[in-house]
């Protein structure tokens, strides 16, 4: 009898344990992509067709066959961007997380293809200045109704591909280039040199809870379905 | 045959001044170059942002006005935007209503509207022929760099336009460039009136003589009686 309820303890101990080692360190999904740059009124009204912002796409990021199976916990991106000196705090544009292929970010904000996060780019966001410079923001909290939403705009393409937007409601002169030319002096005629620019975007994730359900309950469920099996038969 | 030779004087007299004319004038070619300032102005008229002052210390000389220009700037999601030259360190609303700054006529768009591109107008200068400027302005933006031995440079669009003008680009400096063809002819209309001048006068000189000469001559009337 004592030696049943150590291995059932011990067995919950393991289970418990594997379940915090997961929710501890969680993943990090990573996806680099060429920037795409295209930009679109934002914050449209039909009193304010034009919108009183802008959102540039940033670029459509691969991950994971199975990257709609967890839960996000956290977010971070690096991008090449230009930004108004206006854009910090509360105006500092935004991160838009919506499904492949979108073109009117309003619309898809409003009928659940994108979804925005507290993750912001700030023009103080060391390095800044007044060009086109190399910002990585600090990974910041996703919401539970966040994450569902990023699982499902996920789940809506084979590929798990989603589109990451710079979303601004206050500013139009946002520019996230896709590649820049530079000019180049060389023996008194000019010279271009074009770069082609790109960003990651990291998700920090845990396996989502019914996932985290079917470690700890499965194993516990079949050892003592096993343990009734064995009583029945010594009763026999 | 004394008419003939006062016509003949005329036309002499112009075809000198015609001749005359392009052996006075003289061309030059300026170019300068440097890392864009661009600070933005903002108001309800217009977006201006600023380039960056280039030719420090060049003189006016014998120059008289600015005939042809190119420009090359590093600029992004652009569409007709007005390049401005002048004297606007204080600002690009204020130097506008003073009369300080003049528009070249030079538009700037970029061909893709993702990308920070350097745009070169009105196309590479080994393959094309730079873009005229006004005659009024090319006089005034030379009297501005004769006066003040220098030039600002703004870019100007409309009010909540989206371009963007970059100081620098990574680690690298985005630099604009400018390059004016000044000479010292100014076929402005007065010019052209002063120089007609002396020539009209000397062909109704000399149709008043043929005329004064007709008069003077016996009629068939007169010889007949």
Redesign the interface.
């Known amino acids: 009898m004592l030696s049943q309820v150590l291995k059932t303890t011990g067995f919950a101990l393991i289970a418990f344990a594997m379940l915090l080692t997961h929710a501890n360190a969680g993943f990090i999904f990573s996806s680099t992509t060429n920037q795409v740059g295209t930009k679109i009124d934002f914050n449209k009204t039909p009193q304010n067709p034009a919108g009183s912002g802008s959102a540039s796409k940033i670029g459509l990021y691969d991950f994971r066959n199975d990257a709609d199976a967890y839960a996000y916990l956290k977010a971070r991106i690096r991008l090449w961007v230009q930004l108004p000196p206006e854009a910090v705090g509360d105006k500092a544009p935004y991160i838009v997380i919506a499904k492949a292929g979108t073109l009117d970010l309003d619309l898809a904000l409003t009928v659940g293809d994108a979804v925005r996060l507290d993750l912001r780019v700030s023009y103080d966001l060391f390095p800044s200045g007044p060009g086109v410079v190399e910002k990585q923001t600090d990974f910041e909290n996703i919401t539970e109704d966040q994450s569902l939403a990023i699982a499902a705009i996920m789940e809506q393409d084979p590929e798990r591909r989603i589109e990451a937007w710079l979303a601004s409601e206050d500013f139009k002169d946002i520019t996230v280039p896709a590649s820049f030319d530079s000019l180049q002096i060389v023996n008194g005629r000019p010279q271009i040199v074009t770069t082609t620019l790109n960003s990651t975007l990291d998700l920090e994730a845990v396996p989502e809870p019914a996932s985290i359900a079917c470690f700890l309950i499965a194993p516990i469920t079949i050892y003592s379905l096993n343990r009734r099996r064995q009583r029945l038969a010594k009763s026999i | 045959m004394k008419i003939t030779k006062q016509l003949l004087i005329a036309f002499a007299s112009i075809v000198c001044l015609l001749q005359a004319t392009p052996t006075i004038a003289k061309a030059d070619i300026i170019?300068d170059?440097k890392q864009q300032?661009?600070?933005?102005e903002s108001t309800a008229t217009s977006?201006a942002i600023y380039l960056g002052r280039l030719f420090n210390n060049v003189e006016g000389g014998a120059f008289r006005r600015m005939e042809a220009m190119y420009a090359?700037v590093?600029i992004?999601?652009a569409t007709n935007v007005a390049l401005f030259a002048g004297n606007a360190a204080s600002g690009f609303e204020a130097a506008r209503a003073a009369n300080q700054i003049f528009d070249t006529g030079l538009r700037v768009s970029t061909v893709?509207?993702?990308?920070?591109?350097?745009v070169?107008v009105p196309g590479d200068?080994?393959q094309v022929a730079p873009q005229a400027i006004p005659i009024p302005a090319g006089l005034a933006i030379h009297d501005s760099l004769a006066l003040n031995r220098r030039l600002d440079f703004w870019l100007v669009g409309l009010p909540?336009?989206?371009?963007?003008v970059?100081?620098?680009?990574?680690s690298?400096p985005?630099?604009?460039?400018i390059e004016f063809h000044r000479t010292t002819s100014v076929p402005e209309p007065t010019t052209l009136a002063l120089l007609c001048v002396p020539a009209t006068g000397a062909i109704l000189a000399a149709r008043r003589r043929r005329k004064a000469s007709k008069n003077a001559l016996p009629s068939d009337q007169d010889l007949r009686n």
């Open positions: 170019s170059f300032n661009a600070a933005v977006r090359i590093t992004a999601q893709s509207q993702n990308a920070t591109e350097v070169f200068p080994a909540g336009s989206g371009f963007t970059p100081s620098t680009i990574g690298n985005a630099s604009f460039f």
